[in-house]
């Protein structure tokens, strides 16, 4: 399976730990994509990269967020000292291309609980 | 906060009906698309309609765009079973910077 992939799948923790997601798009893609999804809620963008560089943030990405894509190929999202409100769960997608159209491919998301 | 709208919130339509789900939104757009996301498998895309189109198909789906009342509808013609899932409208925007907005989602209920 050439898809996105997201790991972990599930992921506990107590709060005020730091957390870290990977996320591995499709290998040709040179757009990635971050979202947090709530229950009953769509996903809500978080930040986007070209490549290796972080074109845009949400002012949802709180100082104690930070994604990277080193090479421009996987992508980490690290949270800092979780807090109950950060519990969602968060998705990765991946395009090709640098015009308009931008079907984005998801992932199967990395669901955080913070206890 | 998030930019589309759909409506209805949720739908219950019998097997061999058509479900129709509206979009709306706020600003702008170089584009608009609709995704499924059902627990089996994730968010799906289903259809790019470009803000210079009007209409688009794609086998059982149709979409329309209106930019002059800034909405959009998702036709799902003789649905069935496995058509049952959320739907979520999504827009591109460079206003304010290149993001991709979602709306909250229909949640669909086809009945066999």
């Known amino acids: 399976d050439t898809g996105v992939s997201q790991d972990p799948r599930h992921k506990i923790t107590k709060r005020g730990q730091n957390v870290t997601f990977r996320c591995d798009p499709i290998?040709?893609?040179?757009?990635l994509y971050w979202y947090r999804q709530t229950l009953g809620q769509g996903p809500e963008f978080l930040t986007y990269?070209?490549?290796?560089?972080?074109?845009?943030k949400s002012r949802l990405l709180s100082d104690r967020f930070s994604a990277e894509r080193p090479k421009g190929s996987f992508s980490t999202l690290e949270i800092q000292r979780t807090e109950q409100g950060d519990s969602a769960m968060y998705l990765c997608?991946?395009?090709?291309?640098?015009?308009?159209?931008?079907?984005?491919?998801f992932g199967p998301g990395t669901r955080l609980t913070v206890l | 906060s998030q930019q589309g709208e759909e409506d209805p919130q949720a739908l219950s339509i019998q097997e061999g009906e058509n479900a129709t789900m509206n979009c709306s939104y706020k600003?702008?757009?170089?584009?608009l698309q609709w995704y499924r996301q059902n627990s089996g498998r994730g968010l799906v895309h289903l259809i790019l309609?470009?803000?210079?189109?009007r209409e688009k198909h794609s086998g059982r789906l149709r979409v329309t765009l209106d930019t002059s009342k800034k909405s959009s509808s998702l036709l799902i013609t003789a649905s069935r079973a496995a058509d049952t899932a959320s739907y979520f409208c999504?827009?591109?925007?460079?206003?304010?910077?290149?993001?991709?907005?979602f709306g909250a989602g229909t949640r669909l209920f086809v009945k066999a």
């Open positions: 997608a991946s395009s090709q291309g640098t015009g308009i159209d931008n079907e984005q491919f």
């Open positions: 290998s040709e893609h040179n757009r």
């Open positions: 600003t702008s757009i170089n584009n």
């Open positions: 990269f070209q490549n290796e560089a972080q074109l845009e």
């Open positions: 309609i470009r803000s210079n189109e």
């Open positions: 999504a827009t591109d925007t460079l206003a304010g910077g290149f993001k991709t907005i």
